[in-house]
Nanobody, 124 residues
Framework: VQLAESGGGSVQAARSLRLSCVGSGGIDRYYAMGWIRQAPGMELEFVAAIGWRVGVTDYENSVKGRFIISRKNAKKTVYLQMNRLKPEDTAVYYC??????????????????WGQGTQVTVSA
């Protein structure tokens, strides 16, 4: 399984960005997918995740109401729409996937696979 992120960049606070992650190499709809970020000098932090059933999502508290995670199973793609960005959202954002082995996903996300990461920089 390979995951490839895109959509990072530098923006000013209060603006928006959309991250995309395309899966390949065997990934299918029976994977939960999500985003985890790492700010400079900080530990990894969960951001958001989505199961393969419509409506099952999980968000870190600081992004609730600002970020929206979605997926298109036919395209093996997960998106993270990031609105009203803040400087504290600055981090490398990693796409991740959890193999559900056909079972229903229950948060939290337990990643089995990771992408290479995409940088998001938010200036004040």
């Amino acid at each position: 399984v390979q995951l490839a992120e895109s959509g990072g960049g530098s923006v000013q606070a209060a603006r928006s960005l959309r991250l995309s992650c395309v899966g390949s190499g065997g990934i299918d709809r029976y994977y939960a997918m999500g985003w985890i970020r790492q700010a400079p000098g900080m530990e990894l932090e969960f951001v958001a995740a989505i199961g393969w059933r419509v409506g099952v999502t999980d968000y870190e508290n600081s992004v609730k109401g600002r970020f929206i995670i979605s997926r298109k199973n036919a395209k093996k793609t997960v998106y993270l729409q990031m609105n009203r960005l803040k400087p504290e959202d600055t981090a490398v954002y990693y796409c991740s996937a959890e193999d559900l082995y056909g079972s229903t996903w229950n948060p939290p996300l337990k990643p089995d696979y990771w992408g290479q990461g995409t940088q998001v920089t938010v200036s004040a």
